[in-house]
């Protein structure tokens, strides 16, 4: 594999030829990194992207003909959702519904270990509120504590959001929740989404970016000022974890070399 890291105060950048090849290398993270943590402390706790571009990421990791389905401790798993649109699990565009067909659906992962957002609970709130508690329950969290994801996978929408933390919404600021219900005007709908400080305290964020028509917003997110409630995606700096951007040739052809 040839690697081209280009390193900055905003993470890590990896620049690869293709989708295949950004997915395989997701892949190789995704079981490195579970591994790390099974053997440190006997599970690995995910939260996982919707939209298009993860999703054959995800079938990847399931897929019997390669090699990563078997080096994954997939009992070992918990399976988390940094967002979801505000609908029921069995409607095409759930986040969870994708999740399901590309991956969970193929490999031996307990029932209980998929924490799904409850997007069919007609209340946004209630649903973001629940999630709340589901996260501060498993993670056995005190007052004032944040949940640590080992691992916090995100996209980049081509407004600049990543999650469901649109443009000009409240979530930009929000500080104290962990998870809330955010309305997004073009949407005309609620979105269910972790706030920037429970990403921000995750072990390590990777973000993938692919296609050419992202690349001026990964170009004006990476290198122009820092303006977050204009291009959201800028609040994702974690505070103490890693930070990888993996980005295929086209989403990277307008940044500086
Ligand atoms: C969602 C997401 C969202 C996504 C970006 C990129 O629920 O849609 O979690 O933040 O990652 O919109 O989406 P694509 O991969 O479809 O371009």
């Avoid at 990896?14 to 053997?39: H, K, M, T, W």
């Amino acid at each position: 594999m040839k690697e081209n890291p280009i390193l900055s105060a905003k993470g890590e950048i990896r620049i690869l030829a293709n989708p295949d090849e950004l997915n395989r290398r997701a892949a190789e993270e995704f079981v490195c990194l579970s591994g790390e943590a099974v053997q440190a402390k006997g599970f690995f706790t995910v939260a996982l992207s919707g939209g298009g571009t993860p999703k054959s990421l995800y079938s990847l990791l399931a897929s019997e003909g390669d090699s990563f389905r078997s080096r994954v401790s997939w009992d070992k798993i918990h399976f988390f959702w940094g967002d979801e649109r505000h609908v029921s699990p069995d409607r095409p565009d759930s986040n969870y519904r994708m999740v399901q067909e590309a991956m969970l659906s193929k490999v031996p992962v307990p029932p209980e270990h998929i924490h799904r957002i409850k997007g069919e609970n007609p209340n946004a709130s209630e649903t973001a509120q629940e999630y709340e508690q589901e996260l501060r329950k498993f993670f056995w969290l005190g007052a004032g504590q944040l949940p640590q994801f080992d691992l916090v996978l995100l996209g980049l929408g081509p407004d600049g959001h990543t999650a469901s933390i649109f443009p000009g919404t409240d979530v930009i600021l929000e500080q104290r929740r962990h998870v809330v219900a955010s309305w997004v005007e073009k949407f005309n709908a609620h979105r269910v989404t972790l706030t920037p400080p429970v990403f921000n305290n995750a072990a390590c964020v990777i973000v993938l970016v692919t296609g050419g028509e992202k690349a001026e917003t990964l170009r004006a997110v990476l290198h122009e000022e820092y303006r977050p409630e204009r291009l959201p995606a800028q609040l994702i700096r974690p505070t103490r974890g890693r930070l990888l951007w993996l980005v295929d040739r086209e989403a990277a052809r307008l940044l500086p070399p």
